[in-house]
């Protein structure tokens, strides 16, 4: 599980995304309704160990070799 401030948690099992109905309801005009909440892109994915990936060097990045 993912906890978020501020938006539902993220639950995954075997990869796959639980979703869950309930919160892709919102109440407008007094009646509840389906709707999917926008989000930012970077709040939805594990960006966690991407830093490396693909092998590109930027020559005005940071420096990350160690020593």
């Known amino acids: 599980m993912l906890q978020r ?31 999917e909440l926008v989000t930012n892109i970077w709040l939805d994915m594990n960006y966690q160990g991407t830093a490396k990936e693909g092998g590109v060097v930027f020559p005005k990045g940071k420096n990350l070799k160690s020593g």
Do not use: C
């Open 5 to 35: 401030d501020g938006y539902p948690d993220i639950y995954l099992w075997k990869g796959d995304r639980i979703l869950f109905y309930k919160d892709k309801m919102r109440e407008i005009d007094g009646k509840l309704v389906t709707s």
